[in-house]
């Protein structure tokens, strides 16, 4: 055989770390290889033209074909074989021998032109060849784990060797070992070269089925070019063709061919998942090759099969059997039978453990409480657990052939179906598993919760799925109980804040969004009498009542403690209704509901409320909005409780300093901001009305109306006189201020209705501190009268407190020349901290103002009753008439009646109203009043 019957192989190997190599499976690439194999085939078809061109690519050709895949497959070792770089430097040793062997060959016949020794340094260079591709192969297979395998693995190599050899044997060895003339060392390399091709083939074959699934394409390239070379090894073996070779013949092409391929080999990992580095991270499952593990199977009985030719083929062709045979074939066989020992033995090993295996996965399958079910990719379930029967109250058996779908929730069917299906899509390398939940139908109806974590399953689908309704409705629970009160299981402040925000964000217009900010007044008192779990109950009743008294989309909510809000969206068809009608209508429902009385343990229990309204602008922030609310509900509690209070965008200024206060005031009057109403007085006995006080009111640019003095400091008083009070005095220059603006707005007005006919005295009220002023003396007050023709009579000046003016000279004396000149002095505070009952006959005093905690306080104190009696007796015996403020409950009026005041004003008679609405009052002359309890009433004007 030629020597140069050389040849090294490939294996698997790892992936390759670092930069991808370039792959060999261009168009140009592939070209260049295949033109270079057909360019020397087509020489040695031809002769090369000469016999020395011949013996030159014959021999130098070959080396060079050799040297070209020693390089590569070196320098793939080096660069970028990573783990099996040693099985690719042995197969560039392999390599390099072949070429060296060749380079020799050629050094005898083509520089020494003289025949090539027998035996020659290209023998040891060619002899070397397999053993370093053998190593190379085994470096790169899987290696046995267990000692069977690598017996098995030995045995293998031995059946395939042994069968090979048989074969070759019967053949050619045996007339080549029975040649006379030969000597030892000759037919011992004879011998040597076709043993050592079968050993090599033999290991080829038997680890080809065990090579790994990295640089595949590598492996496939060496196979090829390995099963080229043993091809035109074993044509070169035929005696007929051995006779005849000479170098640069047709058969060097194959050899050529070869060389080439094992170049290219190690640099065709890129192709097909060879490649490695950051962009693949994870290779994709390879699938399954039935026939290769076939065929891996059935390798020991090919190779008895293959002995057994070579014995027939000694027998048919009248040799009679060669000892070397018969002892061959005898090995073969007891290797046959040791393999097979072990393969049964570990089969019943397998078949052992597969059956605990079995039994062991089944009992956890059917003792689990969780339900495992395998749907065919079509959805078709073909196998339940049996603790389908305990999780969805059916049996396993009737679900089996059933549809997957039929059991989910039709609101999740939809939602299910569509993640299936993107997660059978998907890379199973990326995503190997996903989880569903989903509502599944019970046996007895009801639906359950159920989380589900989904495998792929030949095709299909293996779910294992659990019952999650009961952890469901904890999490729903504690998410009710993060966002709700837990007394009244009405939302707490968050979500209500969430849904102010939800509803300012939805585009809505500001004009239909509104807070309500509810206080209980008295709660405390309750707490306090009745303890706190009546309290408790009193304010589970208030919530019903006011979810009750609000409308389907509003929400209302408990802040904490007895503080209550509501939230009011606009509702199709309100439009043509001012919005604070609507919200007033509303807000006045809520009041009247939780200030009905409660009945609680079987005793009755009384609160009011105190409710104060913010309306939502174009840039309002939920935060804003409802500290808007609770300011307007704190100015309704100062006011006097129980009642509603709008919230009007001056009301801020009370948190101003007393400077910047008094600069936004007279920046309101400067730009005519301010309006001037009257309030009429009437007699309670039969509703004449006496007399009507000037108010001075702030309207804001939304066309909301609020006293000055609730914007400046949150009280309720009305007389704008006490806003001048709580404000530094006038600066030098001003032209105007509050004091003076109202009382030449009330005279003005005053003198306007005296000439239509309309005689009705005006009440002014002026802090003490202005009574100093010149403007304010008598002769001032004279000039202001004369100028729109009013008499003195037609005017009463009223103070706020008597305690200043009794302290100094100066405003005695000015009230003093007032009451000479015939105008009326009213004193306000009667009974109060602030008005002691000696200035009755220390000042020039008509009328006395009762305080307004006396009036507040005559339904629900007896004492108070008594108290306001004796002053109104005091004062009636002084010859001095008695005026009772803030007058809002008709009851208030019957009391008032009968402790003998005369006179009263207030919500329960009249409101606060414009000159043509007053004209038409006055024009009357009286007004109902109630003559005692019921609703206040309604004055049309």
Known sequence: ??????????????????????????????????????????????????????????????????????????????????DHAPAWAFFGLASLMMAAGNAVWGWYEVVEDEPVPRNSAADLCFLLFPPLAIVGLLMLAKRPVTRAGWICLVLDAWLIGGSLMTLSWSVALAHTAGREGMDVTHAALSLAYPLLDIALISMVLVLHFRRSAAQRSAVNTAIGALALIVLCDALFTAPGLRERYSSGQFLDAGWFAGSLLLACAPWTVGRRGGQSGPERTAPPQEPSRPLAGSLAALTPYLAAAVCTLGILISTVSGRRVDQMVMLTACAVVLALLVR???????????????????????????????????????????????????????EADRLIGGDLSALIHPEDAGRVLHELRRFLAASPSREPATRIECRVRHGAGHWLNVESSVNRYQGGLILNSRDVTERVRLQAQLQHSASHDSLTDLPNRTLFTERVRVALAAGRGSADIAVLYIDLDGFKAVNDSAGHQAGDELLVQAAHRLRASVRTGDTVARLGGDEFAALILGAPGEETRPRECRVMEIAERIRSALSRPYQVDGHELRVAASIGIAFAEPDSTPAALMRNADVAMYRAKKSGKARVELYVPHSHAETLPPAARADLVRGALRTEEFTLLHQPVVDLADGRVASVSALARWRSASGLLS???????????????????AMPPPRPGDRIDVARWLIEEA?????????????????????????????????????????HDVPPEALTIELAEAEPVLAAEEPRRRLNDLSVLGVGIALGGYGGSGTAVTALHRLPVDVVRLDRDLVDGLLDSPA????????????????????????????????????????????????????????????????????????????TT
């Open 707 to 725: 006293t000055p003095l609730e914007t400046l400091r949150g009280g309720r008083r009305d007389a704008a006189a006490t806003v001048v009070a």
């Open 864 to 939: 108070v009753r008594t108290i306001t009696a004796s002053l109104v007796r005091l004062a009636e015996d002084l010859g001095i008439a008695s005026l009772a403020d803030g007058v809002d409950a008709p009851d208030q009026v019957a009391a008032l009646r009968a402790l003998g005041c005369r006179r009263a004003q207030g919500l329960a008679v009249c409101e606060p109203l414009e000159s043509d609405r007053l004209d038409r009052v006055l024009g009357r002359g009286t007004l109902p009043v109630p003559p005692a309890a019921g609703s206040a009433p309604v004055v």
């Open 340 to 394: 097979q020992g072990i393969m049964l033995a570990d089969n019943v090993t397998l078949t052992r453990e597969l059956a605990q295996k079995e039994s062991y996965f089944r009992s956890l399958v059917q003792g689990s409480s969780d339900v495992i079910m395998i749907a065919a990719p079509d959805g078709r379930l073909r196998y339940v657990s049996p603790a389908a029967a305990g999780v969805y109250g059916r």
């Open 747 to 787: 005279v003005a007005e005053a003198g306007r209705r005296r000439r239509a006919g309309l005689t009705v005295p005006v009440s002014v009220r002026l802090p003490v501190g202005r009574l100093a002023d010149r403007s304010f003396g008598a002769g001032g007050v004279e000039s202001l009268l004369a100028r």
């Open 1 to 82: 055989m030629d020597p140069r019957a050389g040849r090294s192989v490939s294996g698997p190997g790892t992936e390759v770390p670092g930069p991808p190599p370039r792959p060999l499976g261009g168009q140009l690439a592939q070209s260049s290889v295949a033109a270079a194999c057909g360019g020397y085939a087509l020489g040695a078809a031809l002769g090369w033209g000469s016999p020395t061109a011949a013996r030159v690519m014959g021999d130098f050709g070959l080396s060079a074909a050799a040297l070209l895949a020693a390089v590569s497959c070196l320098r793939f070792a080096r660069t970028r074989a990573g």
